[in-house]
């Protein structure tokens, strides 16, 4: 059993930057990867970036790319999302997930993680 759990999450005007927090505690997993999804206000939950639990590959959608940086500590218990030049559309509940493996087959896709952290809610305005 992993738990996850968010923090950071906002109100902030558009332009604004931002660090989530995933805090982890690992259970019997020897080695976790995390990623970041979102789900804004009416829509379908979606994608963010994803970060290998070896050798630190991370991974990013196409709209938050040279804008969000996901990194984690040595401890690898502790993942982060940092957030510049946050936009409107950015607005949206951002979990963590993580996945006992070094990385998911597919680390854009929501199944293939196995925990989920509540959530933290962001807002951006104009």
């Known amino acids: 059993q992993v738990n996850l759990v968010e923090s950071g999450g906002r109100s902030v005007q558009a332009g604004d930057s931002l660090r989530l927090s995933c805090a982890a505690s690992?259970?019997?997993?020897?080695?976790?990867?995390v990623g970041w999804f979102r789900q804004p206000p009416g829509k379908e939950r979606e994608f963010v970036a994803a970060i290998s639990g070896v050798g630190c590959r991370s991974f990013y959608a196409d709209s938050v790319k040279g804008r969000f940086v996901v990194f984690r500590e040595n401890d690898k218990t502790m993942a982060y999302l940092q957030m510049t030049n946050l936009q409107v559309v950015d607005t949206a509940d951002y979990s963590c997930?993580?996945?006992?493996?070094?990385?998911?087959?597919?680390?854009?896709?929501?199944?293939?993680?196995?925990?989920w952290g509540q959530g933290t809610p962001v807002t951006v305005s104009s």
């Open positions: 997930a993580a996945h006992c493996r070094a990385l998911p087959l597919r680390p854009d896709e929501a199944s293939e993680y196995d925990f």
């Open positions: 690992i259970g019997t997993c020897h080695v976790l990867s």
